[in-house]
């Protein structure tokens, strides 16, 4: 890889360019995380909470700046890399990720549209609150592994391949993981897709 120009503006180089340009000039590093501290918390936020976001999302750069050396453009893009940090974090905070998906599930049982006037209203988002109670429930009950395909895919946008260097998995067990979810996922929500939020069909 050429070595990028030092006085290149942050805008005209690539992601993986500032990424080297940092090891010799570790502020550059800071452009990083501009253009992608946003994404990586509100990802975090997603599957964890708000608090446990602020914290991690320190701490997917600090593990992300320590570890740039090791970065090889060959494996894949920088964005993937970092969504990798976030991954391994929220493993360790599974018991976060599960509480918070079971006190969804809780609001969905618990609410009974009451505090609305008009009646549509009231359907339309007891429709949607009692949906996002199952599909909590569901998405606690998955195994980690397919929480974190579906995801990093839903949440993240990753493509499968991001995903499979992500997770360091074979592209096709990405593929059958998400198809096994979606699956399950469409037959406990009745038939919608749970990545597109439509009738499946």
């Not at 360019?17 to 946003?38: H, K, M, N």
């Not at 493993?91 to 609305?116: K, N, P, V």
């Not at 992500?166 to 469409?186: A, C, E, F, H, N």
Request: hydrophobic fraction near 40%.
């Amino acid at each position: 890889m050429t070595a990028p120009d030092l006085t290149e503006p942050s805008e005209t180089i690539s992601d993986a360019a500032l990424l080297e340009l940092s090891r010799r000039r570790p502020e550059r590093f800071g452009e990083i995380y501009d253009r992608y501290v946003s994404e990586i918390h509100a990802y975090l936020g997603r599957r964890l909470d708000r608090q446990a976001a602020d914290d991690l999302t320190a701490e997917v750069f600090l593990a992300a700046f320590r570890k740039r050396e090791a970065f090889d453009p060959e494996r894949g893009e920088v964005r993937p890399w970092l969504y990798g940090f976030a991954t391994n974090l929220i493993s360790s905070h599974r018991r976060t990720e599960t509480r918070r998906l079971a006190a969804l599930q809780r609001s969905a049982i618990g609410h009974d549209g009451a505090e609305h006037g008009h009646e549509d209203r009231v359907v339309t988002r007891v429709d949607a609150v009692s949906a996002q109670g199952r599909l909590a429930a569901e998405l606690r009950a998955l195994s980690d592994g397919d929480r974190d395909v579906l995801l990093l895919s839903a949440l993240g946008e990753l493509s499968h391949e991001e995903v499979a260097k992500v997770l360091d998995i074979p592209y096709g067990t990405v593929g059958s993981r998400l198809s096994r979810v979606r699956r399950k996922l469409r037959a406990a929500l009745g038939g919608v897709n749970p990545l597109l939020g439509g009738s499946d069909g």
